[in-house]
Nanobody
Framework: QGALMESGGGSVQAGGSLTLSCTGS????????MAWFRRAPGKEPEGVAT????????YYSDSVKGRFTISRDNTKNTLYLKMTSLKPEDAAMYLC?????????????????WGQGTQVTVSS
């Protein structure tokens, strides 16, 4: 099924935008729920957004709701996370993941396949 690979991370100033991509995600055929997580140094992984690859239904954590948008292009096997109005507290390693337990889950343990991550830095 291939590996998941994130890209699009980088350094931006507060208030800026970035769009992350996650390719190689043919896992959606078996694991239809996709999510973006982030992991800051010394902190537990935090789920920020999920999407059901079938229905397109999306879910967001309160910390990013209204600023981040998760989307999916099934024809390209690519998952996206558009991030706007970035804040210093958004800085983290961002990882994509696939799971088959719940479309609305933001729990890392509900996702079975993970990418390596892409780093996002936000300066104030």
């Amino acid at each position: 099924q291939g590996a998941l690979m994130e890209s699009g991370g980088g350094s931006v100033q507060a208030g800026g935008s970035l769009t992350l991509s996650c390719t190689g995600s043919e896992y959606y055929r078996t694991y239809p729920y996709m999510a973006w997580f982030r992991r800051a140094p010394g902190k537990e992984p935090e789920g920020v957004a999920t999407i059901d690859s079938g229905s397109g239904q999306t879910y967001y954590s309160d910390s990013v709701k209204g600023r981040f948008t998760i989307s999916r292009d099934n024809t390209k096997n690519t998952l996206y996370l558009k991030m706007t109005s970035l804040k210093p507290e958004d800085a983290a390693m961002y990882l994509c993941a696939h799971g088959a337990i719940s479309a609305s889950s933001l729990k890392p343990t509900d996702y079975q396949h993970w990418g390596q991550g892409t780093q996002v830095t936000v300066s104030s």
